[in-house]
C-alpha cells in the first residue's frame, strides 16, 4: 500500500509527512511519500492533497503549471476511486469555485463556494486561527474516517475563507467561530479537512489512521 503526499510547493509538508509516516506505522499502512511526480500519484493506494496559501495560487500550481501531475490526481480520485484527502486549501480546491480575490474555478468534486468567513460577532478576528470544537453533523452518517472522534473533540485552524457547500450532506462536520464553519466535507472515496490534522494532536492523527485503513 501506498500513500502519495502532492507536493506542488504549496507549504510546508514535512510535519505532514512524519504524522502520516507515523500513524501508518502504527496501523501497518504501508508506505508513505511525499513526491511531485505523476507516475507515484499515478500508482498510489491513497492520495493526500496538502494546501497553504490563496486559492487562485494553489488552484494555478496544479492545473497551470503541473498539468501532467493535476490529471494524474483526477485519474487516481475519479477514474480509479482511490481514497483522497484534502487538507486546508486542498480541501477548498474540491469546491466548485474559489471566492478568494478573483473567481477561481476549483475541482467541483463537492458541490460549493469558498467564501471568506464574516463572523456575526465583530470582535472575532479573521483569519480563523488557533483550536476550535468540532461538531459532527448528526444528521449525516458518521464518517468511517470520524471513527472515534466525538463533538466537542478539538482540531487546529488557520483560515480567512470557508467551504460553503451546497448539499448538506456533504458536510459532516463544523466548528462555531460567530457562525458555522465548515470543517470537514466528504462524498463517496473524498474526505477534505479545512483543519490541519497533523498539527491537531490526538484527534487529527486518529483521522489519519483511519483514513490510512480506509475502504470506500
Known sequence: ?????????????HSAEKSFQ?????????????????EDVARADRVVLPGDGAFPACRNALTRDRAALFEAIVASVINKGRPFMGICVG????ASWGREYE?????DWIEGEIAKITPADP???VPHMGWND?????????HPVLDGINTGDHAYFVHSYSFRVTNPAHRLAHVDYGGDITAVVGRD????????????????????????????
Open 103 to 107: 473567481d477561481t474555478k476549483g475541482f
Open 91 to 94: 480541501m477548498q480546491m474540491m
Open 22 to 38: 507515523r500513524m501508518s506505522a502504527e496501523v501497518d499502512g504501508g508506505d508513505v511519500i511525499v513526491s511531485s511526480k505523476p
Open 189 to 216: 472515496n473524498m474526505i477534505g479537512m479545512q483543519f490541519h490534522p497533523e498539527k491537531s494532536q490526538q484527534t487529527g492523527l486518529r483521522m489519519i489512521a483511519n483514513f490510512l485503513n480506509w475502504k470506500p
Open 134 to 142: 468540532l461538531v459532527l453533523d448528526s444528521s449525516n452518517p458518521k
Open 1 to 13: 500500500m501506498l500513500t502519495v503526499l502532492v507536493d506542488y510547493d504549496s507549504g510546508n509538508l
Open 123 to 125: 470582535s472575532l478576528k
